[in-house]
Structures are given as C-alpha cells and as structure tokens.
C-alpha cells in the first residue's frame, strides 16, 4: 500500500483489498500460456483491475446513489473473476493452491464490497441474500 494516501478512495479497505488482489492476478497469469495472453490473461487481469477502478472512480460520484451503482459494476466484476478463477483450473493454468487462494481473497474483497453497499444503502445484509462468493 502507498505511502501517500491523498484521495479518500484510497483509504478504503475494500479498495486496498482490491489493488493486492490485482497484483496477485497480475503474478498468477504470468504463469499461463503464452498463447492465452489475448485470451483468458487478458480477461482475468481486466476483470481484477475493474474492481478497484470502479471502487475509485464511483468514490468521486456526488451522489451516494451513483456511488453504490458503480460498487455494483465492481460486485459484478468480482463475480466474473470468480469464473475466470475455476476456468483457469479447469484447463490447467491454475494449480489447486493458487486458485484457492485467490478465491478466498477474491470472497473477502466480495464481502467487504457487498457489506459498504449496505452500509451505504442502509441494508443490514446481502440485497440477493447471499454472501458474495460464497460457495453456493
């Protein structure tokens, strides 16, 4: 984490949790295949790296309203990395290890966005009633 935390965003904890969850998305594809650079590299990385940037970009909405849409498209993007996650194991690019590690700091980040829309929201628990990235 940085040092200079000037923007409010920054001292988020779902977005600090987000921006480590990156760097080790961005670690584990180095690992893949050279041939799926364009492919699942690609759509993992920009999948992870929506998280945090929806998390910051909505932070300078002016309303709350506007902030928890774009927390949304971040929730949505925590899903998606869910499926890259298991598709990556299921073809070999992901040792069993490293893919549940990812998903346990991938479910944190999930609850920890989910819990600040309710927060936000003034909702006392999941709007679907389910915990994000729970094994469901």
């Known amino acids: 984490m940085s040092e200079h935390q000037g923007y409010r965003f920054e001292r988020l904890v779902v977005w600090q949790k987000a921006m480590d969850f990156s760097e080790k998305v961005y670690a584990a594809t180095r690992r893949f295949p050279k041939d799926e650079v364009y492919g699942l590299t690609s759509q993992f990385r920009r999948a992870a790296t ?9 932070s300078a909405c ?36 490293d893919s549940a590690a990812l998903e346990l700091d991938v479910a944190e980040v999930g609850r920890l966005l989910q819990g600040l829309i309710n927060s936000l929201s003034g909702q006392s628990g999941p709007s679907n009633n389910q915990q994000p990235g729970a094994n469901n």
């Open 50 to 58: 929506s998280i945090p940037l929806n998390i910051a970009e909505g």
């Open 62 to 97: 002016k309303t709350r309203k506007e902030f928890i849409q774009f927390l949304h498209i971040a929730l949505r993007s925590q899903y998606e990395v869910v499926t890259i996650i298991r598709l990556a194991k299921r073809l070999g690019h992901l040792p069993e290890s």
